[in-house]
């Protein structure tokens, strides 16, 4: 197997978009390219994450036109791929395998999505398409409605009182807007308090509209190709070091959802890949969908001891110049979270990390990133450490 | 590059289902698993086709449950593809290069949909998402609509009478329904008559109901491993010997719809590949959504000159028996068309044909078989060639 690099990166603006899909990813596409000093005629592949272009512009099968939109020719193959939340990052992976096998030399991937133009109610209906619909969906769940029975479970396993863990999610809140003031892509750029989130709208007791990352629109993008080839082309490449994905079932046949097996799975086959372990790990990007998915995220990822991620959170272990920097970006929660892009967004968090391109918000000195995206109610993770 | 094998196929009938769509996986996936000599503990990754689970059972990220519902463990990676028609083609293709580069020794890959359950008004509506949603969607075109175009052009370029043209599609449908009669998993097991065809609806004019494929629900699976492996497993491996897939923007960019040129890229990236030519090939299982999308794909894959299909279909030259038979398993007209599944379904055509266990619709002496999966109006190709 062949070592993988990204070349370059691009990522649009987060927030509300009046460019379709297919707009934002060409956007995003060329600035990769550019960046990696190619033109459209290199890339050789095309891999697209997106979870519902179908229901927001009546677009399937997107990925053949995001390659036209950007001018690749007719042998270019182009795949969508889609893991709910996590579509971007199994786009990589899959991306990772055709570079590192010798297939291809040169492809590009990421991920396009227009959430936010949905409008609240219709995405919240159509992102509930994630839950298992045969014994949840049908029930009435949502994904709000999910992760509060994750942090109900997380208080009682723990003996964490509930007030005390309501104050230390609206601490991952207000770490993650912290950090967001300082990424010029981010949909929210403005700080937010402790009580901006307990005072905040309940969404699904406990969590507050404040524990909730938001519908955006948006999309990332990445060139992968050799070490030889990207040692050429850029100044700084960064390389994949390791991947994993994991899946899990339906929620009723979860044991513990504090405790979400498939990122386990899927970290541990990206550590092992790697030849890395948690310590090893400088700066993550991860998926704070809800401010107690960081949480057990980064216990999930091995950082911190299960039980222990909230009070480390307290402890600011996870600010930038913390132990564990975790969403210097800002996060789903405060850069935002168009699903099908997420995967790709992290992806150029962390590049633009070990490329010490970060300005205010860098994680000094970070050699080795990991990005960790969730699909579904717990249902897909993937695991992607890079380094330098 | 390591030799891939395919060591179990898999199929439900194809029609009217009252299972879900994740049901309809687990059977065929069973039954590919076990007639490789296998057991669920035995895959190490999953890929699934599918199109349109989120507007049929409001299931989106269905490869999870997929692999739940077979007992697939937590760190067995599972991955949705989504390419319109032909999504579980690109499903094989990306399970195929899991293998070959030695990443993984045993891979379950298939497509599963229920299209027929949504009623053909929905159907058709949520089919229509498949083209470019801000230039033709947008316009109200429908896929009989852009097939109406393709058979107009064709009998325009080539000089021949629409009313010759039409009697020769209605061939196309004739054969294809008598092959069907011979296949117990098919759909419409029912001879028709050119008199059927033409006495039939009008659809998209000069396309009629009987030139037209069905909705259908089914699913198939196949078990993909490494030649050595496959040996062990069972008495006769079927080879991978060709893989390519091709891409095209809308319609309105396209200089010539009766050329798709993601086919030709496509058939060109198998055969080398393969290290064949068309006229290797003994049997194809090829996209004939419309009967003038067989005519065209004929002449595409290289079987006649462009110009000459219709031709070769009134000489009897793609029947069974015939110089290249095509669609020996009644195709998408008769067997039936589960979008997300009519790739690996078309894959467990061929393998058995080419394991001499077709029977009454048996290939005599296929030794190289081919299949070929048309996603979108024209926008996806992929083209895998089989071999013994």
Not at 199 to 204: L, T, Y
Not at 271 to 277: D, E, F, I
Not at 326 to 354: F, R
Request: overall charge negative.
């Amino acid at each position: 197997m062949r070592k993988v690099a990204v070349a370059g990166v691009g990522m649009t603006k987060f927030g509300v978009s009046e460019k379709s899909q297919v707009e934002m990813f060409a956007e995003a596409a060329m600035e990769a390219i550019i960046t990696s000093s190619l033109k459209p005629k290199d890339i050789q592949a095309l891999f697209v994450g997106n979870v519902l272009g179908d229901f927001e512009e009546g677009q399937m099968n997107i990925a053949p036109f995001c390659a036209a939109e950007i001018g690749l020719g007719p042998a270019v193959p182009a795949t969508r791929v889609e893991g709910a939340c996590a579509s971007a990052s199994v786009a990589i992976r899959e991306a990772f395998i055709w570079v590192a096998s010798g297939f291809y030399d040169i492809v590009l991937v990421g991920g396009t999505e227009r959430a936010m133009a949905m409008g609240t109610p219709l995405a919240t209906r159509t992102f509930a398409m994630g839950t298992d619909s045969r014994y949840e969906e049908f029930a009435g769940i949502t994904f709000p409605g999910a992760f509060a029975m994750v942090a109900r479970l997380y208080s009682v396993k723990y003996g964490i009182p509930l007030e005390k863990l309501k104050e230390r999610m609206a601490l991952v809140a207000v770490k993650n807007h912290k950090n967001g003031v300082k990424n010029p892509l981010a949909q929210f750029r403005k700080e937010i308090t402790v009580e901006t989130v307990l005072n905040s709208a309940m969404v699904a007791d406990p969590l507050q509209l404040f524990d909730c990352c938001p519908f955006s629109d948006g999309a990332a993008a990445l060139v992968l190709t050799t070490e030889e080839i990207a040692k050429k082309l850029v100044e700084k490449p960064v390389y994949i070091l390791g991947v994993g994905q994991g899946s899990n079932g339906p929620l009723c046949r979860q044991k513990d959802v504090t405790r979400i097996r498939a990122r386990e799975e899927a970290a541990q086959q990206a550590y092992k890949m790697a030849g890395l372990t948690p310590k090893d790990i400088d700066v993550c990007e991860l998926h704070d969908c809800f401010t107690i998915a960081e949480i057990v995220a980064s216990e999930g990822l091995g950082f911190f001891d299960f039980g222990k991620g909230s009070e480390a959170v307290e402890k600011g272990e996870t600010q930038i110049g913390g132990r564990i920097p975790i969403n210097p970006s800002g996060g789903l929660k405060a850069k935002g979270h168009p699903i099908g892009a997420t995967g790709a967004a992290q992806a150029y968090e962390i590049v633009k990390q070990l490329r010490g391109e970060c300005g205010e918000r860098q994680v000094e000195g970070a050699k080795i990133g990991m990005t960790d995206t969730l699909g579904g109610d717990l249902a897909t993770v993937v695991n992607i450490i890079y380094g330098i």
